[in-house]
């Protein structure tokens, strides 16, 4: 008999967000400190149920969990697996940090912050946990509906121009979604994606091309969400646009396009012959492509909010070497790539916020400016400028290293190293001229100094700020000290991964016990 | 009636698609709205046409419509018209702070851009 958390933990890290952010509907407007309140409380009790899912999914095999006991394949089913649940714990700890941060001031700049916030939440945690696509394409939308509206929050015509273009190409991306979906329902009879691993493997020759078709439009709708290189010129803005807590929380979206492409990959359309080549060479070319113009954007960024944006663009190519490769070693060093450069990213957006702060009127832009900022931001940017350049020891280097050493088994080992040195070269310049502007060079006219230093009032920093941003550089430090455990965890998630069979097993124990219905 | 289906949907998509490459918000948006007509037709055909059958079980009937892709499409309504929705005022917002409906609101984004943000 398994106890009520172990039988219902898949469905907890959807179900709490979703209970929280309706109440904070009903409180918006009212008590700015009891909706920090019951956020606060939420998040608390959503990192508590992922540990609680990690803990789970680490020695129990893969959780389905069917709402309204509708057996699979014809109900919702939410699957908790060792990725899933690494996923939900990478969105808890940064949705911990992003709200405390916002909690300093950020959240009173709309009356619906916190409830948006939590709903971005439910449709983050959605999509790494649901079983079926369609509701992967229902959670992205929940995501991205939540994610335009925290993209504006806080106003000005910046936030506009960027959120109407993301807007429009994330919504002509959920039509061909939609599309790909009704190629496999139609074809294949099921969204169900256990469902779906087992019927094609005998789907008929005629059927095959239009399966591929689906399978075709599938795959770009994720790699529009995770930003590879033809589709991927909306991220900088939009991340650049945003707030600083809320562009930490989107460290983690480009993730969720990633995860999704690898699950639909490695589970479904990598083990069947119609739909084996679909990923190939080409993915990873356009992978390289992705980190080569990050990395020239770091270069020319002119902001250290859209520097940061460029470093998110470049994180995202390397972990979109792994769907292609789809291989368990790779894979392995691939997610723990993903958590390190999840955290840095976003710690990263965090302390631009508080650099641009502490800068005054100049804010983060790269330029010389009459305030100092506080000895201690100056660490804080060493140690993440240090890691995301990925630079030993800390644990960008590790993610690089593991990640080097797994490729290095593969056909393009040889293209593959030289784009990630040398992008890795390109970025370790780009923030030593970033750090040397953004705290060394004084403007050349000291008269406007005196004048910027008598009108302008010193800035002050909050101590919720300070928290969250060196909680996540902290949480970085960990993932180095703890390097061994983090990375046999990936490794297990991967070799679970990889042996789709006790994914479907776990959704559909008795495939040939469904009735099914012949269609005309 | 496959003929006609198919025609209405390739007619829909191929305006939508048309409209979207404008460079103005509100034939953006038609556009989109367009597009999402034509995603809804072509989901509600993927459970294969079938006429005058209902979708759930009753005891006259002698077949079945697949009651799935209509529930399917009814999801993919209500996201889409709360999407639409939200993008309309977010294009409003665009034109009463910039004074323009151009889609990259230029008016003073070239301002913007002296003042150093990449565009």
């Known amino acids: 008999m398994m106890s009520f958390f172990t039988l219902h933990g898949p469905i907890l890290p959807v179900l709490i967000p979703f209970v929280s952010s309706i109440v904070l509907l009903l409180a918006a407007g009212r008590h700015p400190a009891m909706q920090r309140g019951i956020a606060a409380f939420s998040t608390l009790l959503l990192l508590a149920a992922s540990a609680h899912l990690l803990r789970l999914t680490d020695y129990l095999p893969p959780l389905a969990y069917a709402l309204g006991e509708w057996a699979p394949p014809f109900g919702i089913v939410l699957v908790a697996d060792r990725l899933a649940a690494l996923g939900v714990m990478l969105t808890a700890i940064l949705a911990a940090a992003a709200l405390l941060y916002a909690s300093a001031g950020f959240d009173r700049k709309g009356r619906h912050f916190h409830a948006i916030f939590q709903l971005q939440l439910v449709g983050i945690n959605g999509a790494f946990l649901t079983g079926d696509v369609f509701n992967l394409f229902v959670f992205f939308e929940v995501m991205l509906l939540a994610s335009y509206i925290l993209l504006a929050h806080g106003g000005g015509l910046d936030k506009s121009r960027s959120g109407f273009a993301y807007v429009t190409l994330n919504l002509a991306g959920s039509a061909v979604f939609l599309i790909a979906l009704g190629l496999i329902y139609g074809t294949l009879g099921t969204l169900n994606l256990a469902d779906i691993a087992i019927q094609l493997q005998s789907v008929s020759a005629g059927e095959a091309s239009l399966v591929r078709l689906a399978g075709a439009l599938l795959f770009t709708v994720f790699l529009l969400k995770a930003a590879v290189l033809p589709l991927s010129f909306w991220l900088p803005h939009a991340y650049a646009a945003a707030g600083a807590p809320v562009a930490a929380l989107f460290a983690i979206m480009t993730k969720v396009g990633i995860v999704a492409m690898l699950r639909v990959e490695v589970i479904a359309f990598d083990p069947a012959a119609a739909t084996q080549d679909l990923l190939g060479g080409w993915l990873i070319i356009a992978a390289l492509a992705t980190i080569a113009v990050a990395a020239l954007g770091v270069l020319t960024a002119k902001k250290l909010q859209s520097l940061a944006a460029w470093l998110v663009l470049s994180s995202a190519g390397v972990l979109l070497l792994l769907p292609p490769l789809a291989n368990s070693a790779v894979t392995a060093a691939g997610l723990y790539y993903l958590v390190q450069s999840a955290i840095t990213g976003a710690a990263i957006f965090l302390l631009s916020g508080l650099i641009a702060q502490s800068r005054g009127q100049t804010g983060d832009k790269l330029l010389a400016s009459a305030t100092a900022v506080p000895v201690k931001l100056k660490i804080g940017f060493l140690l993440l400028a240090a890691t995301a350049a990925g630079l030993p020891p800390f644990s960008g280097f590790i993610g690089k290293l593991m990640l080097l050493s797994a490729v290095s088994e593969t056909p393009m080992a040889a293209l593959i190293w030289t784009v990630i040195l040398l992008s890795g070269l390109l970025t370790t310049i780009a923030l030593a001229k970033a750090g040397s502007r953004l705290f060394w060079e004084s403007p050349a006219d000291m008269k406007t100094v005196a004048a910027t230093l008598a009108t302008e009032a010193t800035p002050r920093i909050c101590l919720r700020q300070t928290l969250a941003g060196f909680g996540l550089i902290a949480v970085s430090l960990l993932l180095l000290i703890f390097a061994r455990p983090v990375s046999d965890f990936t490794g297990r998630t991967a070799a679970q991964l990889h042996q789709p069979e006790h994914y479907i097993k776990a959704v559909i124990p008795d495939p040939d016990a469904t009735h099914r219905v012949t269609r005309p | ?119």
């Open chain 2, 1 to 119: 009636m496959e003929a006609m289906l198919a025609i209405a949907i390739g007619l829909l998509s191929s305006c939508g698609v048309y409209l979207m490459l404008r460079a103005r918000t509100f034939p953006v948006i038609l556009g989109l709205t367009l597009l999402s007509y034509a995603v809804n037709l072509f989901l509600f055909a993927s459970g294969r046409l079938t006429i005058n059958a209902p979708p759930i079980i009753s005891a006259e009937a002698s077949h079945y419509t697949d009651p799935i892709p209509q529930a399917l499409v009814l999801t993919a309504i209500v996201i889409g018209f709360g999407m639409t929705a939200y993008i309309v005022t977010l294009a409003l917002r665009g034109l009463s702070e910039s004074g323009d409906d151009h889609v990259d609101m230029t008016v003073e984004s070239a301002e913007n851009d002296k003042e150093g943000e990449p565009s």
